[in-house]
């Protein structure tokens, strides 16, 4: 089992181009079969 893990804010920010680049790391990683393990910071 490969899992890539990916710390992020769930806000895909101010240019289109960092959300059209989200998905497609999104369908190539589940195309070679990993996992995607997700995590947002934590605001204090």
Known sequence: MKRICVF???NPGL???F???A???GNE???RGF???YGVP???
């Open 35 to 37: 996992e995607l393990v």
């Open 15 to 17: 240019h289109p181009d």
């Open 42 to 44: 934590v605001s204090a």
């Open 8 to 10: 992020a804010g769930s």
């Open 19 to 21: 959300e059209a680049a």
């Open 29 to 31: 990683l589940a195309t």
């Open 23 to 25: 998905q497609r790391l």
